[in-house]
């Protein structure tokens, strides 16, 4: 079947796979035949409401082939009408991939990937027919079901064009043809001929027509028959592809504009014969044709641009001119694609090239104005005349009016491209596509422009005359640069992408490139660039594929054919001879698995030693660095960095941003002198060569990603994976920052024109001010939340204050000058798309995506808001960030809005509307709606409102009549996303893509534009500057161009200026005609051509001193240090002494942006090492966590609590909290218990509970919003203080608790990181609080006052802290490897606290001292990780004791009298007799460690609990106590009984399910851990626990027994499991009744049918399975959610014969596709019909699909036949639909995203917990709601009972029970 012969002319489908036989063909569903009147002959018709199920398939597997190499393919069909049909076409490709290419009526759009092509459809209609007529003008509809008058078509594709068009794919040939419903089908053919069907092969050969050659008639069996009279072409439909019609939408297959079928050959075979195609290609197709023409059409020369004109085009002879159309109509030309050739008559000779650029103006009459209408399509066919001279043809001047200036910007594909050159005189380095060269003294920069992608690699020989590049992308190519002239000298295709490193030998006469090829294997190249500078070319001298890893590659100087290259787990020496490249790999033994980063050869020479006897180094992520002898290839030392690494002046190094123990080294520079290290925890490091000593180090604030050490080894280049570039001064020790830069795509930008600043808000969720002139980063705001990211910003026109629109709708005012929040509104809940001031500076103006417009009072302070309109901007945030315009004279706003079509003219001071333009009716020939996408003023002299449109055209609207009064047509290949006018009204700048355009503004010249490159990404804001000098563009990276326009005469100005400017001027002679300027004439400051912000008048003249400038020593005095990265102090530091404005500083909750200012850039780092923090008096440095686990650690959460939660009002509340169930486990010491009073206090999550546990009652303090982590009380037990986390951005917080009140009475905030101890003073009269390992810090406080008396740091990790008890200023600590003895000077008010540090003894080892406690006889106990208890003498400070009392840490110690006990992470607690130790201590103070254990202590009792001790708190005797462990359970002790009680008990883990029982006397919950727990009510206390081991319980459920004799006989619950089991437990006899296996992956979802008799359950696989709860049997699988995971199943009552089916209930299912199926069933009668499928749409969604919210449903309880549903949607919204009516009845607006979900029974009230940290209490009829923020992390289960007077709610372990009191 592969050969080519047999198909030749061509190949009939049908007939040679006999498909009637069904042997080489398959069908499936509803395929039959019968005979078409039409066609008289027997067709196939395909029928099926799935598409997917009704099919034919040819051949008859999917394993074999049709081999039909035919480059066309006919399809000779009828769509059935009024429904909608699939073909899928799987076509081989010379390259070996299989490309499926299908077409429909479905389809909406033209879509793509690598492998599949989807094709939309449109269906014709019969000629004359009603259809047909209005098809043509409709705004909608184009692609949907065949009209009922669908006509037999014959379709043509060719495949050939199909795949090299779309894929630049060759293709092979036709593997299969998949035929779907809805269709009746003639024949299916392949042939290499172009084929007309209108010809049959009798009228060929009656008519004796000569066709030319690669055409043909139709074949007899193919045709149609034709009545004698009628026309092929009036009876049946011929549609083409690619077709020569209206492609709308775009890549569409549709009839064309003629129903004639052009009779041309293939290109390649008749060239002369091809007719130009009118085929409107969609953007990525353009994309690539475009690309093509630029490579291989020639440029025209200057002979060809003088055209001659003539009134058509040439003639050409042809055979098939007799049967050709008529050429098209100018009209048609005009919008005619890339593609078209342009004939020019030149001589005799007939020229055909491509890429001419014209602009084509006509206008014509639209009422009493005329409409001047331009085409701007570039290139496209033009009248020539020929009898005409050619003239010069009239163009926008001058030629380039651009010039790109400098760029803020630095990386893109790589952080790690960086190189010096000159000397250390330059630095070159890569911005996206752009690479730049800047000089290090002036800062100036040049540009290399070429690349079309972002630049991946750099190199620079050794004399900096030449330059390589490489780019990224399926197009990687290499580029060599002569340096010096900035010149492209070659470009060598790789035939690789991905191209990371570049290399030059030391001569520059050898290149090595790495990167990867097709297959995605390894590839190394090494070409001779030897002859380049000369013109020569470049050879390849070896290349070679490997599978190993290659990081870097460099080339060895001393011998250009030998490289060195290092990757993951291998390092390797390469050479290249006889033409090829073999390599050698250094044997690494031990570190076989290391990922190694860069390598640097030993430099300089020695006469002793050999070229190639050198050391090399390499660097690793795991901080190791190598060094490597050459000759031997042997490793001969390793050294590695490690964050705890004492280096000088005994300090710790800053512990690693990302990795594990060892820092991880970036890159490596070795010279001659020293080493250089950039590692991952931000440091740049110079060592002596044998890595002794660290001789300098500098900070910055990212992971420094390249290092680089210039060629005289004074300066060292450093990068960072944060976009800085910098560069140390190794002589002064004086660090200058090059280029700061954003990290992602810079959304918007302002220009203050009179401080010469500019403001960046970009996607890096950061806002960034920029001084023009110089490019240095002044300030930098910084976003806390990613959801309250800047995303649009505006300078004030006269104030140093600008104004920043966040993706939460928020907008704030800063003051720069003193860098303050002056106001913050929240009038719009979505994103802030546009924000403006009016340009009198009165007024701000802000859009937000939700359709809101708000009004502020710019004039005032507070900003107050005067006006917010609603639904009034269209919604959606593509029109960000400049969604606003406004007038220059302030009287006019501009906006698209209220929906996408119109445009709304407002008055700009009270928001009264004055008009709107309807953009859709502005073109009726268009078969689309047109929309606008931006707007701008014109100026006010003009009265122009400039409006772009999603058709790509650029419309001119009279502000004052609405009146269209220009158009521009095609102004960009993509829509334009940004347009300018300047201030005299001469220019138009617009961005399209990656393009900025210059337009004049009347477009009355024959050349209107000029378009100019170099950015990678689309351009997001363009604009000119204030002083109308420079242009700025946004994007990829800030690009500053100068704007080279000649100036009007001074008399055409001076009718623009103030009158205090129009007199004359002594420099107004300075300017010439031409538009050149004198020295005397450029203001000062600046050098001549460039823009430097200021305002411009008619005449160039100097600057006022007088104009307020950035003082930089004035921003040095808030407090802040230098601008450089490179600062020791802590910038998040808030209690930081700022001298400053006297106001005080926004609320934590008001606050939006940390500042950060930068004020210069020459900084030493002599100066920096100086910095402190105030309240610090030593220097301080990330530390590592201690190995034991009393050390707190707060637990790990993915949430954050909502600060905008408000809580109800005292007395109001909804919701109180009634019980809450477990004891956190996670905190140390978070328990107390008076045993003289019966105080007992514990913590779970952020709630403080008071239990009496005579009743069981509880009381909660609320107060703490994070994780509690230790509590402590006084010795009066009249005040408990408790101490919890603050957050990332915030310190902890310490609550001072009244015990008989139970209100907070003080807070205390001073640590930054977690508490680990609080404790109290034996008086009462002192509160000690000790900080984590990352600080600490002890803080004494005045429990008195509550003022901080003193506070110390230690340079070791604390644990614990207690006083001693026999005097109220000795206290112990312990820490580290020693323990701690401190005392307590008072002086008048305050105090001191003297700290004196013991370690442990020598032979107790290296050890952490984790707990302690008191005797009443100066004896002091403390236990160690090691599981040694050390005995000390408190007066003495000498340890005299120890022994093992433990094979675990012991965490918790506690001693009365003479017994002593101990709890330790072996789950053992223990009772020891410690009587002996004071006689010891008394009677031998010499003797310490010689005593053996048995002869002085011995353990009495022992017990061995569930979990780790990390509390207890016992009597005065010892006798009965209560125990904490990490599993959640508080014990009740009795030594004297030897019993232990579960007093508290909780989940460890997650808590996957929670549900209260029908009789409401139980509820039950199911965790991670596998266990099923059931709970009695009211008391809470557990009755029955069920345990399976190595499985997680995700869902529980409650039976429901169909005959129930009394209440809760019987009772079961069931649980679902991990493993697709599902077991049944009964309540009362406690033991498991059955076990069934419904799925085959997880159990989501479990209920119990109404009435009892099945039970439901959801996979993971969307699989939901009806079961037999007594014999477990399966009774049904419903499969209609497969794919899916199901989230929920819900069963209800029905009234029998409600909406029409006998059955007696409802259930429902959701999967988390955000699809619902509605269920009718009657168990008894095992029926189960579909009611109902919803579908809820959304938006795409985001990368990270894991974090979207799950949908829910339920049956609304007090609603019958509503769901309520919410999930992932484009708004966050609770969704009521009405299963009667079919519709939605109402929406209520959520304020985040639901978790979970529950109704109740009363009131039409519904509980909704989210990802905030935030209960939400909603009542659905009225939209009031109530916030309830007692948990401490998501509120993931939510659940009312039957009764609606309870709600049970849980986070992570943490389960709730409230008591419901309504709103």
Known sequence: MSSRAWQHPYVNVFKHLKVEEWRKASKEGDVTTYMDKTLKCSVFRIRGSIPASNYILLPKTSSQSLGLTGRYFYLLFRPIPSKHFVVHLDIAAEEGQVIRVSFSNIFKEFKSTATWLQFPFLCGAASGSVYESTAKTAKHGLVGPAPACVRWTCLMMDLRYVLSVYLNKTHSHLKSIKLCANMTIKNIMTSDLLLDPGL???????????????????????????????????????????????????????????????????????????????????????????LIQQITTPKPSAKQRSLLRTSSLPELSSPLSEHRDSLRSASQRSRAPEEDRVACHEGDGVHVYAHYEDDDVSTHSSGSEEIAVVNAAVPRPLPLPSTKPAKKQQKLLPDPILKLRRIIGFGGATMRCAVWANDGEEVVYPCHAIIVSMKVSSGQQRFFVGHTDKVSALALNTKSSLLASAQTGSHSLVRLWSYGKGQCLTMIKTHAHSLNTLSFSYSGGVLCGVGKDGHNKTMVVVWNTQHVPKGGVVTVLAKAHTDVDIQTMKIAFFDDTRMVSCGVGNIRLWRVRGGSLRSCPVNLGQYHSLDFTDLAFEQGHSPDRQPDDRTLFVSSKSGHILDVDYVSVAITKVRRLLPAQQSHSLRREKRTFTTGPGIAVNSISVCGDFCVTGSEDGFLRLWPLDF???????????????????????????????????????????????????????????????????????????????????????????????????????????????????????????????????????????????????????????????????????????????????????????????????????????????????????????????MRVDVSVLDVESSTLDSALKVCFSPSSLSHLLITTSANKILWINRNTGRLLREVSEAHKDQCASLAVSEDGRYLLTAGHNAVKVWDYNMKLEINSQVYIGHSEPITQVSFTPDQMGVVSVGDAIFFWDFLSHPRDAAAVSLRLPAAATSPSPLSAATGLNGSRSEAAVPSGRSEGSSNGTPRPAAPRPSSSSLPTLDINSIDKTGHGASSFLSLCDEDDEDQSQPGPAHSPAPRHDSFLRVTERAGAGDSLTALANQTRAEESEEEYKRIRPDCYKHFAPRYKSSVSDP????????????????????????????????????????????????????????????????????????????????????????????????????????????????????????????????????????????????????????????????????????????????????????????????????????????????LCYNTNSVLYTGTNSGLVCVWDYNTQRCFMTWEADEGEIGVLLCRGSRLVTGSNSK????????????????????????????????????????????????????????????????????????????????????????????????????????????????????????????????????????????????????????????????????????????????????????????????????????????????????????????????????????????????LAVSTDRRVSIWAADWTKDKCELLDWLTFPAPSPPKDASNLPPSLAAFSPSERGVVVYTGYAAEKELTFYCLKKKQVLRTVSLTDWALSLSLCFKERLLAIGSNRRVLKLIDSSSGRFQDFTQHSDSVRLCSFSPSGAQLFTTAHNEVFLWTLRGL
Not at 1241 to 1261: A, F, K, M, N, P
Not at 1370 to 1379: C, M, V, Y
Not at 1481 to 1503: A, D, G, I, K, Y
Request: hydrophobic share 35%.
């Open 200 to 290: 049959s092969f009798t009228e060929f050969r009656q008519a004796g027509v000569v066709l030319p050659e690669g055409t043909g008639p139709m074949p007899r069996e193919m045709c149609f028959p034709v009545p004698k009279g009628s026309s092929w072409h009036q009876l049946y439909d011929y549609v083409r592809f690619p077709s020569d019609g209206v492609k709308m939408p775009f890549d569409s297959i549709q009839k064309g504009l003629s129903n004639r079928a052009p009779k041309e050959a293939a290109v390649e075979e008749s060239p002369l014969r091809e007719e130009s195609r009118g085929v409107t290609l969609s953007k990525p197709v353009q994309d690539r044709v475009s």
């Open 1468 to 1707: 053992k607690l223990k009772l020891w007799s410690v009587a002996a130790v004071q006689n010891l201590r008394s009677s031998n103070r010499e003797t310490t460690f010689h005593q053996e254990r048995n002869t002085q202590v011995l353990v009495e009792q022992e017990m061995l609990l569930d979990g780790t001790v990390v509390s207890a708190a016992f009597d005065d005797v010892m006798d009965m106590g209560i125990v904490g462990t990490t599993t959640g359970t508080l014990w009740y002790i009795n030594w004297k009984d030897n019993t232990s009680i579960r007093l508290i008990s909780g989940h460890k883990n997650k808590v996957n399910g929670v549900v209260c029982s029908p009789d409401e006397r139980h509820f039950v919950t199911c965790g991670q851990d596998g266990s099923v727990r059931v709970w009695a009510l009211p008391s809470s206390e557990l009755l029955v626990q069920f345990q399976v081991l190595n499985q997680s319980c995700e869902c529980v459920c409650w039976s429901r027994p169909v005959e129930v004799c009394e209440p809760g006989a019987g009772v079961c619950v069931v649980g679902g499991y991990s493993d697709g089991s599902v077991r049944i437990f009964n309540v009362d006899s406690a033991e498991m009744e059955l076990k069934m296996q419904p799925q085959r992956d997880t159990v989501c979802a479990l209920q119990y049918s109404h009435h009892g008799h099945v039970l439901l359950s959801g996979g993971r696989d969307g699989v939901v399975t009806v079961s037999s709860p007594v014999t477990g049997v399966t009774l049904r699988i419903i499969s209609d959610h497969k794919g899916a995971p199901i989230t929920t199943i819900q069963c209800t009552s029905k009234l029998y014969k409600e909406f029409g089916l006998e059955v007696n209930e409802l259930w």
């Open 1204 to 1411: 905008g939660a408000v809580s109800p009002p005292a007395g109001q509340e909804g919701l109180t909290l009634k019980a809450v169930v477990g004891y956190n486990g996670n905190a140390r010491g978070n328990m107390v218990w008076n045993p003289d009073t019966g105080l007992f206090v514990y913590s779970c999550g952020c709630v403080i509970v008071v239990e009496d546990l005579h009743t069981g009652s509880q009381r909660h303090w609320l107060g703490h919003s994070e994780e509690i982590s230790t509590l402590a009380v006084t010795h009066d037990a009249q005040m408990v203080a408790s101490a919890s986390g603050g957050g990332a951005s915030s310190k902890s917080l310490i609550c001072i608790w009244s015990v008989q009140t139970g209100s907070c009475r003080n807070s205390l905030s001073y640590h930054k990181g977690s508490v680990q101890s609080l404790a109290f003073s034996r008086d009462d009269l002192y509160l000690l609080s000790v900080g984590d390992y990352e600080e600490s810090v002890v803080a004494l406080w005045s429990t008195h006052s509550f003022e901080l008396l003193c506070a110390v740091s230690v340079n070791v990790p604390l644990h614990e802290a207690r006083f001693c008890p026999s005097s109220a200023s000795q206290l112990a600590l312990t820490g580290s490897n020693a323990a701690f003895f401190c005392y307590i000077h008072t002086r008048g008010r305050g105090a001191e606290l003297q700290v004196q540090k013991v370690s442990v003894p020598e032979k107790v080892g290296e050890v952490e001292v984790t707990s």
């Open 692 to 914: 002794s000593s660290v001789l300098l180090e500098a900070e910055h604030e990212g992971p420094v990603s390249l290092v680089c050490v210039s060629a005289d080894s004074l300066s060292v280049l450093a990068a960072t994976s944060t976009g800085n570039l910098g560069y140390l001064d190794v002589s002064s020790r004086g660090y200058r920052t090059l280029m700061r830069s954003h990290t992602a795509t810079v959304l918007g930008f302002s220009v203050d024109g009179i401080r010469r600043q500019i403001t960046t808000a970009s996607r890096d969720c950061t806002v960034r001010v920029w001084a023009m002139d110089s490019a240095q980063q002044l300030f930098d705001f910084v976003s806390d939340e990613d959801d309250d990211a800047p995303c649009s910003v505006a300078f004030h026109p006269r104030l140093p204050v600008f104004a920043c629109g966040s993706s939460s709708g928020a907008v704030r005012v800063f003051d720069i000058s003193t860098s303050s929040l002056l106001a913050q509104h929240r009038q719009h809940r979505g994103a802030v798309v546009g924000l403006v001031f009016s340009p009198d500076g009165d007024h701000l103006y802000s859009a937000g995506s939700l359709g809101y417009l708000a009004l502020y009072k710019a004039s005032q302070p507070e900003y107050h808001v005067l006006r917010v309109l609603g639904n009034v901007v269209a919604q959606g945030t593509d029109r960000g960030p400049d969604a606003l315009a406004v007038s220059s004279d302030s009287c006019c706003l501009a906006f698209v809005g209220p929906t996408e079509y119109t445009v709304t003219i407002m008055d700009a001071n009270s928001l009264d509307e004055l």
